[in-house]
Nanobody, 122 residues
Framework: VQLQASGGGLAQAGDSLRLSCAAS????????MAWFRQAPGKERDFVAS???????AYADSVKGRFTISRDSAQNTMTLQMNSLKPEDTAVYSC?????????????????WGQGTLVTVSS
């Protein structure tokens, strides 16, 4: 499966951005999907995940601000990011996993997209 993330860009604190992840090569029936991010000079962090049954999980740092969703018919996933903060600046990557409930366990994800840069200024 190939993943392509898009929607990143420049934003000011308090703004909103919407990221998308399009999958190709196979259908994602039964797969979990997730967003991770990596800020400059830092390790990759979990942001949010959504299972096939649409149950979700979020990092504490984004709870109440970010919303993950998926369209199984279109093989896509989105991340609605509201009330952006400068600390949200990072490269955001999408990933898919065969495992239900993979959540923040990066080693359980089978495929990764190349990422899209989000820059939030204060």
């Amino acid at each position: 499966v190939q993943l392509q993330a898009s929607g990143g860009g420049l934003a000011q604190a308090g703004d909103s951005l919407r990221l998308s992840c399009a999958a190709s090569g196979r259908t994602l029936t039964g797969y979990s999907m997730a967003w991770f991010r990596q800020a400059p000079g830092k390790e990759r962090d979990f942001v949010a995940s959504i299972n096939w049954d649409t149950t979700t999980a979020y990092a504490d740092s984004v709870k109440g601000r970010f919303t993950i969703s998926r369209d199984s018919a279109q093989n896509t996933m989105t991340l609605q990011m509201n009330s952006l903060k400068p600390e949200d600046t990072a490269v955001y990557s999408c990933a898919v996993s065969r495992y239900h409930g993979a959540t923040s366990h990066a080693s359980l994800y089978d495929a990764w997209g190349q990422g899209t840069l989000v820059t939030v200024s204060s």
